[in-house]
């Protein structure tokens, strides 16, 4: 070093050239100021989140809606559990139709066409119309198939006219007599068929056919009706007999055996014994018509009685005449 303090040319070049050989420590990734302010930033806030209580960080007034909710629900929950929503759609309907009749849309008006046997009642009932329904929500093919399955009636159609009208146009069935067997009651179509179990008297007028097998020969016993004339108004029903033959019985309780051949014949017998004896006041019980060449009578007690009186006074005369 000279006076000056600094180093000779020679010296500086030396360690110039030792620096050199030093090891040059390679730059590793390094974080822009930006980025590094912005993670210093990031993790203090999230301290800050975290000592902020959880009371300051919820929304105001939210405890007073939760504590709504809960009453609504407990509210709710006794409601249908306390059987009050059931009352209440048992009474006004379901909700969907509630509302539907609160906007206008509520059935003010059924037409019904096509109606003999049937009630106007049961027709609503099939069809599943009542005073809580909606026509929005009314099924008219769900009534139209409902209307159907009842056996009176062979064919619906159904229509919807809004705001609040239905049309109903039914073919009925048509009845066609009575039918009795074991102990019950139906109503048959021509046919034999079953349409209905008879259970009121709008069908009293109807021919009655007693028996096994008596529906599906039903039009046997009518066409004796149709030529038994005006005597055909005593003629109560008919009983099928092992499948055979009918026995009669008529309005004042009188039994009527027919023969299984040609029973129309007999029938015209019995026509004649009315119309020359006036055999439906005689005290007869039953009256057998199965024979062709006679008539077989069962008289009631009292008139048996009397007539063997008779014909024990007349044997008793016969018997003092020839002494």
Same mark, same amino acid.
């Given at each position: ?6 180093? %000779? ?15 040059? %420590? ?17 993790? *203090? ?9 959880? +009371? ?31 009352? &209440?759609? $048992?009474?006004?309907g379901e909700p969907r139709h509630m509302l539907a009749r609160v906007l206008g849309f509520g059935i003010e008006r059924v037409t019904i066409t096509g109606l003999s046997g049937l009630s106007e009642q049961e027709v609503l009932?099939? /069809?599943?119309?009542?005073? #809580? ?8 093919? $769900? ?12 064919e619906a159609a159904v229509r919807k006219l809004y705001p609040g009208e239905v049309s109903i146009s039914l073919t009925e069935r048509e009845p066609y007599a009575l039918w009795q067997v074991k102990g019950e009651l139906f ?9 209905? #179990? ?8 109807? %021919? ?8 599906? *020969?039903?039009? $046997? ?17 008919? @009983? ?13 309780? &009188? ?17 004649? =014994?009315?119309?020359? /004896? ?10 057998? =018509? ?6 077989? &009578?069962? =008289?009631?007690?009292?008139?048996? /009685?009397?007539? +063997? ?5 007349? @044997?008793? #005369? *016969? #018997?003092?005449?020839?002494?």
């Amino acid at each position: 070093m000279d006076g000056g303090g600094r180093l %000779p040319r020679s010296v500086k070049a030396v360690t110039a050239k030792s620096a050199s050989r030093l090891p040059v %420590p390679h730059a590793g990734p390094q974080l822009l100021v930006g980025e590094r302010q912005g993670r210093w930033l990031m993790r *203090r806030s999230r301290r800050s989140a975290i000592a902020v209580p959880l +009371a300051q960080r919820l929304p105001q007034g939210i405890g007073n809606w939760l504590t709504l909710g809960f009453l609504a629900l407990s509210i709710g929950t006794g409601f249908v559990l306390g059987g009050h929503w059931q009352a &209440m759609q $048992e009474q006004y309907g379901e909700p969907r139709h509630m509302l539907a009749r609160v906007l206008g849309f509520g059935i003010e008006r059924v037409t019904i066409t096509g109606l003999s046997g049937l009630s106007e009642q049961e027709v609503l009932v099939a /069809a599943g119309i009542d005073s #809580k329904t909606s026509l929005v929500f009314f099924d008219a093919d $769900e009534a139209r198939r409902q209307l159907e399955a009842t056996p009176l009636i062979r064919e619906a159609a159904v229509r919807k006219l809004y705001p609040g009208e239905v049309s109903i146009s039914l073919t009925e069935r048509e009845p066609y007599a009575l039918w009795q067997v074991k102990g019950e009651l139906f109503v048959i179509a021509a046919d034999g068929t079953v349409i209905d #179990k008879m259970d009121d008297g709008r069908f009293a007028y109807l %021919p009655l056919v007693v028996g096994k097998d008596a529906n599906i *020969r039903a039009g $046997e016993y009518l066409k004796l009706l149709g030529q038994a004339g005006d005597f055909a108004r005593h003629i109560r029903a008919a @009983t099928l007999v092992s499948g055979r033959r009918w026995n009669l019985k008529l309005d004042n309780g &009188m039994d009527v055996r027919l023969p299984e051949g040609k029973p129309e014949v007999a029938l015209q017998r019995l026509v004649s =014994l009315e119309s020359d /004896a006036r055999i439906l006041d005689k005290d007869v019980l039953a009256i057998d =018509l199965r024979q062709p060449d006679r008539v077989v &009578m069962r =008289l009631s007690e009292e008139a048996a /009685a009397a007539r +063997a009186e008779m014909l024990k006074s007349k @044997t008793g #005369k *016969r #018997k003092g005449g020839e002494a």
